[in-house]
């Protein structure tokens, strides 16, 4: 491991990916020794904040009407939608105990059957679930790393287009087109993390109406 390569996350195959044994290089290390800055791979290509600015700006000349929400949605689209279908995998057991259930009431050849099916897969979601939690928190962290970049970067983009008012009297024709430094640093640190935040909650926020229904 070294920081001047990018994260080996990227190039990791299936397997190691499922089993996140792409990190074991800078765990060996640290069994060895402590770990400096310099062992530290850099952050990978798709969270750097240069590349998530300069999407941004094509976005923006493509599409200039759409507005910063709908581009959070539109670039987080394939994390947030991965974490909401595992999101829902963990409604599996009850769905099938609904099932198992139903089946046995008038118990024939056929119910126990597809009580068996249901059973089986019960007992396959349980085992899954270790797996699709790892899956779920990495997702969301990608998403989340990647909403907090997109956000700093287009508070920066309008803060340097913009006049500094700090310790001026602004007049009205001077509010217009100009923010207070402190302003922007109560969005960079207050706001961005907020926004952030509802999108690490964008699953649990459409899974709780079906969990209202199953129970």
Known sequence: PSSNISSPEDNANLWSWCTVSFVEPILDLAWKRTLNKADVWCLSPFFRHKNLFNKCLDYRSRYPTHSLLRYLLVSNSLDLLLNLALEMWGFVPAYALRMILSSLDNPTSDSVSTAKYWALLTFVANLSFAQVDLFKNWHTR??????????????????????????????????????????????????????AQRFLDFATIFSSPARLVIA
Request: hydrophobic letters at 35%; proline letters at 0%; charged letters at 30%.
């Open 142 to 195: 990608r998403f989340y790393e990647r909403t907090r970049g997109q956000l700093f970067c287009a508070l920066h983009y309008k803060a340097l287009r913009r006049r500094d008012i700090s310790g001026k009297i602004a007049s009205g024709e001077d509010e217009e087109g100009s923010a207070d430094l402190g302003k922007i640093v109560n969005l960079m640190q207050g706001d961005a993390y907020a926004v």
